[in-house]
């Protein structure tokens, strides 16, 4: 199993251009989540599934769109970047959204907003 | 809301030294805990999880028992390595408004020298 896959791992873009970070995972799991991380601060939830076609909003969704088609397919939009979106993204699943669920993450992508 | 507070970092150690890393949390209702690590350029990966009040999680050489009546879930170990080298996250997992929600610390950075 690959596990929690996700591309690119680093890209540059423009304040206003939009791009869509790639997440997917293997194991057949119903949860999936994107985080961010920014320094000091730990990771903060983005958006969040509990399934396909069923999404809902983290701590810190302005600014990111997410759909979820397939099980294995959780990808992230940003519609118009802006410089406060550079940071470290992480995509996460687990089996379901009980309390003990362990979260597997991806190995992160690095974006930079100029 | 819920919330976890974390020693702050950067610790540096040498080999073979003892290691605590503090954690507390504030959460409604009773959560899960978790410590997560991150080693250098990788994605987080659980490193041991307590569901309950009084549990021990243990892995790898490192403990945290969960304990309700101070709210705490500190990491511990007894010698660590080189390898031991990462960012140490304490999260939970509680309800929070109408979803279950992993909730992080800022991250500690442990450094250990030969």
């Known amino acids: 199993n690959a596990g929690v896959t996700q591309t690119p791992k680093f890209q540059v873009l423009k304040t206003g251009q939009s791009m869509t970070l790639q997440c997917a995972q293997d194991?057949?799991?119903?949860?999936m989540s994107w985080y961010r991380q920014d320094p000091g601060m730990g990771l903060r939830l983005i958006h969040y599934?509990?399934?396909?076609?069923?999404?809902d909003q983290g701590e810190v969704p302005n600014g990111y769109n997410v759909s979820r088609s397939t099980t294995e397919d959780f990808p992230l939009r940003l519609l118009s970047a802006a410089p406060s979106q550079t940071s470290v993204y992480f995509c996460?699943?687990?089996?379901?959204?009980?309390?003990?669920?362990?979260?597997?993450f991806g190995p992160g992508t690095r974006l930079l907003v100029l | 809301g819920n919330s976890v507070t974390q020693m702050e970092g950067p610790v540096t150690l040498s080999e073979e030294a003892f290691l605590t890393i503090n954690c507390t949390y504030t959460a409604t209702g009773y959560p899960s805990l978790f410590w997560y690590v991150q080693y250098p350029g990788e994605g987080l990966q659980l490193l041991l999880k307590?569901?309950?009040?009084?549990d021990k999680g243990s892995n790898k050489g490192f403990e945290a028992t969960y304990r309700k009546e101070t709210t705490s879930f500190h990491l511990e170990k007894g010698s660590v390595q080189v390898s031991d080298s990462a960012v140490y996250f304490c999260a939970l997992s509680a309800e929070s408004g109408s979803a279950r929600q992993l909730t992080f610390g800022s991250g500690t950075q442990l450094t250990v020298l030969p």
């Open positions: 307590a569901t309950k009040a009084d």
């Open positions: 194991m057949n799991h119903e949860y």
């Open positions: 996460a699943s687990s089996w379901g959204h009980l309390y003990q669920e362990t979260q597997y």
């Open positions: 599934s509990v399934g396909a076609g069923i999404t």
